[in-house]
């Protein structure tokens, strides 16, 4: 089986769990094991939901070992490693396939604002620097340029490119790049309020936040009823609310953020609260 088939259906996007300015290892563990008894099917380590420019590379590093001891060795593990910098994006690339990695998730280039022709170039180096197989990750909302759908289908072809995390929420968008690219492309959500409507126009899965918290349900694709719960995971910027979530749910012990990132707002996390429990999340 090739890296690429291993990575399908309900993955979740880690949170990583601090406690005292440290990494809380304790808490991470017991996450890995509700999510691995839930029939989750992979992990990314390292996204924005990780926390991923306020964790440092050596920390980096020791928490990715970590997991993978974790884990069974067909369990995929796919590390964000895209920055700003072609460059810098590289050696991170190469550093996760040395840890052992199965893919990268590479997000858009933030704050720099590149033309496409400068993402398709990007994407290309990227792609060329090692052996690990790439994912795009398409999010405007947080890095303001975005992937065109035309930029989209001519990095499909490259063999090294397997996929992308597609999260816009953009039906139409998701179903013209099902059309478009080549037949083994995977197309993975990154938008959970969308995610049924994703799939019925030829998605393969999901990378998520709401997994953390409603694991078999993103397996099973039957999220509709816990909508307005998952739609609390976003009343503060992501990680924040899920964060506080799985404290609340005694999953990990402190909501703990680092700078610039704060724990929630306490009116909000009374908010969330009460979602969590019409969800039947709490008691």
């Known amino acids: 089986m090739t890296q690429a088939k291993k990575i399908h259906g309900a993955i979740t996007a880690l949170v990583t769990p601090f406690k005292g300015g440290q990494v809380d290892y304790a808490s991470l563990e017991k996450l890995i094991h509700f999510q691995l008894a839930k029939g989750i099917e992979g992990f990314v380590v390292h996204g924005t939901t990780g926390e991923s420019p306020c964790v440092t590379d050596s920390e980096k590093e020791k928490i990715f070992g970590f997991i993978k001891k974790l884990v069974p060795a067909d369990f995929p593990l796919i590390v964000g490693t895209g920055t700003n910098s072609t460059a810098d994006t590289i050696e991170n690339t190469k550093r996760a396939q040395v840890w052992g990695a199965d893919a990268a998730l590479v997000v858009v280039p933030y704050y720099n604002k590149p033309p496409q022709r400068g993402l398709f170039e990007h994407f290309t180096a990227v792609a060329k620097s090692s052996e690990l197989p790439?994912?795009?990750?398409?999010?405007?909302?947080?890095?303001?340029?975005?992937?065109?759908?035309?930029?989209?289908?001519?990095?499909?072809?490259?063999?090294?490119?397997?996929?992308?995390?597609?999260?816009?929420?953009?039906?139409?968008l998701a179903a013209a790049i099902r059309a478009g690219a080549r037949k083994d492309f995977l197309l993975l959500s990154g938008d959970d309020g969308s995610y049924e409507g994703f799939r019925q126009v030829g998605g393969d899965g999901i990378i998520s936040v709401g997994s953390h918290i409603l694991p078999a349900e993103f397996v099973k694709g039957q999220i509709e009823k816990f909508l307005p719960a998952i739609n609390a995971l976003y009343l503060e910027a992501n990680p924040i609310p899920v964060k506080k979530a799985l404290q609340l749910m005694g999953i990990i012990e402190s909501a703990e953020m680092r700078l610039p990132l704060v724990e929630m707002d306490g009116a909000l996390a009374v908010q969330l609260g009460e979602e969590l429990k019409k969800a039947g999340l709490l008691k």
């Not at 909302?141 to 930029?151: F, H, I, M, N, P």
């Not at 499909?156 to 996929?163: E, F, L, Q, T, Y």
């Open 134 to 172: 790439i994912l795009l990750y398409n999010v405007p909302s947080r890095t303001v340029a975005g992937l065109q759908l035309e930029t989209i289908l001519s990095l499909s072809p490259n063999p090294k490119i397997i996929g992308i995390k597609e999260a816009t929420g953009d039906l139409k």
